[in-house]
């Protein structure tokens, strides 16, 4: 039997951290090595869950001098610190964290160029299966249907529309042959006007607790069609990212996303 991979996870002390520090509980080839948040987060220095051997630590150099790859679910300038020191030490990433500017997805990017890392806004299998079911059903609609994403988030949550809802939105661009950028409408406010022909628009709800929701509405004369995904447990990102550290044992540098962890 080969030896255990092991994972850092970042962000240790947040909802995403604590439903990994959970999920990798028994995993059969995974063992969390350590676990990470930053300095002065109430988590640092307790064990990482209830009766964990593992404690939070808050330096990412420590951290990852033992372990194989890191898992972060954090803030962009939590990622972008700990991308650095995996740079420097060779170690693979899976970064959950949403809500880059073009900046830091340009550093990504270039990191990429030296170690392994996969990268998605949403690590269920059911939402990169709705990105593959949006990509077609926008083809094969055509430019009758206007298409309008609706996402819902709890109330906690910092950066809008979710890097879900834009995943999507670049699924639909994609169907279409354009660019996200160039047909987003992102928030409407006021005396807008007509709705542009072409547009992919976005809504956001916040509150409570939801988990993530997610709708794509495609909406002609007539009918309308309506394709979306309900997230209940955060176990289930928590699992595919774990499924996608795996996977990244065996890889050599790049930049990855689950539609290649899942094999779409
Ligand atoms: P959270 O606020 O509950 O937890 C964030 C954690 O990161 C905390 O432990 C916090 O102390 C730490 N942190 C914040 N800033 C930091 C920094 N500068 N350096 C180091 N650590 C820092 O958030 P959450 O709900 O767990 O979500 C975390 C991120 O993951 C968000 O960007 C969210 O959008 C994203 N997310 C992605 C997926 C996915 O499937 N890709 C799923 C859920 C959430």
Known sequence: ???????????AGGRMGQALAAA??????????AALDQPGAAGVGKPVLPGSR????DDPEAAMAGADVAIDFTRPAGT????AVCRRLGRGMVIGTTGFNAGQLADIDHASADVPIVMAANFSLGVNLLRALVTRATAALGE????????AHHRHKVDAPSGTALALGEAAAEGRGVTLGDVAVRSRDGHTGERPDGAIGFATVRGGDVVGDHQVLFLGDGERIELGHRASSRATFANGALRAAGWLRERSPGRYDMFDVLGL
């Open 1 to 11: 039997m080969s030896e255990p991979f092991r994972v850092c996870v970042a962000g």
């Open 24 to 33: 990798i509980d028994g995993h059969p080839e995974l063992v969390l090595a």
């Open 54 to 57: 593992v404690r939070v630590g």
């Open 80 to 83: 972008m610190a700990l991308l």
């Open 144 to 151: 009758g249907f206007d298409i309008e994403i609706v996402e």
